[in-house]
Each structure stands twice: as C-alpha cells, then as structure tokens.
C-alpha cells in the first residue's frame, strides 16, 4: 500500500472543499501565561460528526469511486470513525456496515445509528477483525481502515493544512497519537508547508506503544490499555509507522489527571467541551513543557464526543 503524501493531502483538500466545516481557531490569555507561550487551538471538536474523523473517512470512500451503490463500506470502529463513515456513506448514498467492539460509547453508538448505519456489536477487537472478514466475503463490501489507509491519512491532513492557512507562523504542533492517522497527516501537511515546524505526539501514559514502536521501528502492543482517552487505545499501523518515524521531533506524555484537569479547564476556561482524547494534546501547554515556551503552538482539538453524564462525572473528579 502506497505512503500518503504532500500531494496528497493537497489533493483532498480540493475534494473536502464545501464539505466539511473550516473549524475555527481559539486563542486564550489564560493558556498563554500558563505555557508561557502562544497557544492556538484547532477546533475539529466543531466539525461534523464532531471530530476531525470525518474529513478522512469522507476523503477515503470518495477515492474508492464505486460503480454499485449497492456495495457497502465496512468498517470497524467503536468510536468517531464510526461516525465518520456512517455520515459519508449517506451522504454518497451507500450502506454503511460497522463493526463495533466493546467498550462502545452510548452516545457513538446512537450517533452511528442515527447516520443510518447499520451497527454490529461484538465483545473484543479480535472478534471484531473476524466479523469484517466474513462480511466482506458474504457482502463484497469494501473496508474502510480508521488510520492505515493513505486516503484517510491525507483526509486528515487537511485540518493541519487549513491551520496553517490562517496561522501560517506556527513554530510548533501538538496532536494525540492512538493509530496515528491523524498524527500522520498532520506531519505531512505542516512539513509540505514549512519543515521547520516541529511536532509532537501526545500520547496517554495509560495506553503508551506508539513512542516504544517508533523507537524500535515496529509496531508494538501497549503494556495497558485503560486510560480514560478511548480513542487513543490502538495501536500505530506500518503507514502510520513509516510516515511519525521520519517527521515527528518527539513525544509528551500524559498522566490520566493531566487528562481529567484539562477537560475541565477547556470547559470552565475556553468554553468548549473536549473529550478525553483532545484533552491529552492540551495537557503539555498547562503543565508549560519548556520545549514550548516562547513558541507559537498550534494543538489541534480532535474532537467532543462524550455523553453529557459521563462528562460531568469525569470533571468532578480530581484524579481518575
């Protein structure tokens, strides 16, 4: 499978264009003298299906130029992907399939269902890649990867291209790794447009195997999975792999109360809901990481999927 590319994340931003939304750019005085820096937040929690997912799943299924609407798109994802590709398939008019495993969120889930997909729930990932195999051979189904796909990768890419179009003076760029899809995408737009800019992944120290993968150049399982940002919980793929390992300048790692205190500092200070996986790229400008301070920081704001009881609970608590 070819590697995404410059060019290609230039090319989907001409197939996204008046699709998806241009989400806006938050500044604030508090995270500014909290890092001791210029902190710019990208808002792809104000994107459809409110994350930046859709923007990859969108790009991916339109590449696929089917002659049968008839065919469905497959998919496995519990989380925004999921939804990603359950609102493109309505809107190219295609049948969506997922394949959902547990732990599912509740307010996913109806999202998904909402879209009009239809929703399979399985126990366990493993059971998960069993079920897409057999629907892809009894429907003839074409299967839409939430990460390792160059399509998605430059679908992705388009958040950091349209960030660095209004704020083109970036000197550094921080985003959440799980899969790293939009990590990777993220890297090839803001080094097509200025290498000097430097990026970081921010990874939960609950969920830790991408900084382990790429310093051993080969994907890795994390030690523990429980952390409280669900969306971060997999593990790189080879694209992902190849693309981080050439561009990232390094990682910040994340304590599960960094995660907890920044959702609730992006509620009561920037009014805007996060969820836990946005709030694992905020955490290195409140805690001012001294590679950022004196810098203008670009985070990108993945996405606010959460359900409002769970959110309330989390916030309440000092440490999770």
């Known amino acids: 499978m ?7 994340v230039l090319q989907a931003q001409n197939i996204l264009k008046g699709v998806v939304h241009c989400t806006p750019v938050l500044t604030s005085h508090y995270l500014n003298s909290q890092s001791n820096a210029k902190i710019f937040l990208k808002c792809e ?8 997912k859709f923007r990859g799943a969108y790009h991916a299924i339109t590449r696929l130029e089917l002659s049968d609407t008839k065919i469905p798109i497959i998919t496995l994802s519990s989380g925004n992907h999921a939804q990603g590709v359950a609102l493109s398939c309505r809107l190219h008019g295609l049948q969506a ?7 599912i969120n509740p307010f996913k889930l109806a999202a998904v269902q909402g879209y009009g997909a239809t929703v399979h729930q399985v126990a366990t990932r493993g059971e998960g890649d069993r079920m897409v195999h057999n629907l892809m051979v009894q429907t003839n189904g074409r299967f839409v990867h939430a990460f390792n796909d160059p399509h998605v990768i430059a ?4 958040a950091t291209l349209e960030f660095l179009e209004s704020h083109p003076d970036l000197d550094v760029l921080l985003a959440p790794v799980g899969g790293g899809g939009l990590l990777s995408g993220a890297c090839l737009a803001a080094h097509g447009v200025n290498p000097a800019i430097k990026v970081y992944a921010c990874e939960p120290a609950l969920a830790l195997d ?3 993968s790429i310093q051993k150049n080969r994907i890795g399982p994390p030690s523990r999975t429980d952390t409280i940002a669900e969306g971060l919980r997999t593990t790189l793929g080879d694209l992902t792999l190849t693309i981080l390992g050439k561009h990232l300048e ?4 994340v304590e599960e109360h960094e995660i907890v205190q920044a959702m609730k ?3 009561e200070r920037l009014k805007i809901v996060i969820e836990p996986s946005s709030a694992v790229a905020l955490a290195p400008v409140l805690r001012g990481e001294s590679a950022l301070q004196g810098k203008r920081v670009g985070v990108i704001v993945t996405g606010g999927n959460i359900d409002l009881l769970h959110f309330c609970d989390v916030c309440r608590k000092e440490t999770y």
């Not at 399939?97 to 732990?103: R, S």
């Not at 679908?155 to 388009?158: A, F, H, I, M, S």
């Not at 390094?250 to 790692?253: E, M, P």
């Open 250 to 253: 390094g990682f910040f790692i």
């Open 210 to 212: 991408a900084i382990y």
């Open 2 to 8: 070819a590697v995404a590319t410059y060019s290609d």
């Open 45 to 52: 929690n104000f994107q459809r299906v409110g994350a930046f």
């Open 155 to 158: 679908g992705q890419g388009t």
């Open 97 to 103: 399939i997922i394949v959902m495993p547990e732990p």
């Open 265 to 267: 500092i992006a509620f």
